[in-house]
């Protein structure tokens, strides 16, 4: 909530001591804390962020919950469904985090379900192969983990400690993916197939994952001066594509991009335009899997409405109980 | 309490630390130990259907949780009894046929929906958490350390179970009705926890006898119906026959699932 108003309170003056406030808070590279004053479009800006970061959480359980009924060995079937429960674990703290903003969770859960939020365009994408479950967690949580290091130190507080929690189980997502792959690399023939085709398939997107190129990214200048973007995409995207090269090589997977080449001058890999108009038709929700997603996920609620609301009567019967003795 | 004993053991059992441990199961308590390790194996393979589809983001986190400490038993189990016959966990899970199989039927039964999960939990959990109890006292080390550490995880899903089971039962009047309906279905299954293993035939001190279990099981499952204003279902028992690798046709789309990765790829690893 905003900050308290009394009659007595000149609202303007308020307004102005909160401002400049908050505008000392951001030039010493301090927390914002839900009580703090902060300007509408601040608060709108990170509402929208923490709310798409969770619903991508959520939504991103379903391509990998594709595969756990299927987990080719036991050991695999266990780490894979502990991944998938720690987003939902994600999910949970990032709901809270937008909360403390001002918005409940039946709001942003109405907006995921009516397809009127947006989520990470990489969920739209099939997980046709167990080798899929590799590079998610490679390429799809590498990204992810080149995207919120950075937010650890964003200014708004309980985003910002979220983002500490979430990074320590990311990492451990990223190198489980890789270890897949290695294994899958060190396999038979057709597990080295499984491995390249699937690789071939989400390089691309996940290089995505950061966002249009700086040019086309109007967003991104007013977040970068409230602190809660550090770094632009390419900066972020680059700093993926360094770290993704060294790590191809010792699986042996080969990335699909004929123009990775060492940059002497530049000291970073150069690398092959992507294609954007891709990007767009599936933000736009014309992606491979767009209305399979979101309809999963309004089944998945609609179907427990009713457990819900059990579970509220009961709660509610409760509280009166307690109250009337 | 008489799961304490074993608790400095216990809590180093995993999968991995009884496969390199080099302990090798004599092939009767093998035979035992693949039994309970299909139960909690199947009934984890059930409840994995859940994620991503539960009521609310808690439920998909707590199930997720039920159904990952149920493979954590049974892959304890397997690889226990893999030890017989030089093979390994993964070889019992997916390279056995359906009449190979040896878990009781209510774990191979469907989810339905959330209330239905609920009444095949409760029973698993209060079953379950009879039967650890009483292997903790077994005198096979490897059983007892397995069992010694799957209680303290299994007292948590009866806690799961029983709340749910008063949210429901006592929530609204559709909850009630799916609660019911839910109890009935999985009813039929019960009595065949109960009934004579083979599979405990001359492992006197180190399998627990199932008849031994129903009256605690009785006694505390009729306690949380009662509470939760719902009715102990009266409907004939099943014929049974899961220890002796009969089942219901729920079972072998459920391994065809399972397995048909792992099987499109012999001798791989993963």
Redesign the interface.
Known sequence: MSGTKTAITDESSLDEAGAARFAELLANDQRVEPTDWMPEGYRKTLIRQISQHAHSE?IG??PE?NW???????????IL??K??DE??H??YL?SAAQTLGIDRETMFEQLITGAAKYSSIFNYPTPT?ADMGSIGWLVDGAAICNQVPLCRASYGPYGRAMVRICKEESFHQRQGFE?LL??MR??E??RAMAQESVNRWYAPALMMFGPPDDDSPNSRQSMDWNIKRFSNDELRQRFVDMLVPQAEILGVTLPDPHIKWNEERGHFDFGELDWAEFHEVLAGNGPANTIRVA?RR??HE?????????????D?RMTEKIAS | MSHTSNRTISDAVT?ETIATSGSIAPEAVARYAIGLGDDA?ILA?RL??W???????????AL??I??DQ??H??SF?SYASSAWEKT??DL??FRDESEFRNRQLFEQPNG???QTIARQLVASLYFQALYNALCQSTDQTLAAIAAKAIKEVDYHVDHSVQWL???G???E??RE?MQHGLNSVWAFVAELFSNDPLTANLEGIAVDPQTLQEEFDRLVKKAIAEAGLTVPTVPAARGGGRAGIHTEFLGPLLA??Q???RA?P????
Not at chain 1, 68 to 78: E, V
Not at chain 2, 51 to 61: G, R, S, T
Request: charged content about 20%; overall charge negative; aromatic content about 8%.
């Open positions: 959520i359980m379903q919950g756990i009924t299927r987990a080719p060995s036991l050991k695999r079937k266990a469904m502990a998938v429960q939902a674990g999910g949970l709901y167990w897949i294994h899958l396999g038979t057709a597990q999963r089944q998945a179907d427990g409405a009713w457990v819900r609301e059990a579970a509220r009567a009961y709660a019967a | 999968a194996l393979q994995g259907e994620i991503a589809h539960a009521p609310e983001l808690e439920e998909d986190v997720g949780n159904a990952l493979l954590g049974a892959r397997l966990e993964d899970a997916y929906d959330f209330a008063m949210r429901l006592l929530g609204t559709f909850s799916r699932e399972m048909v990765l792992a790829h001798g791989a690893t993963w």
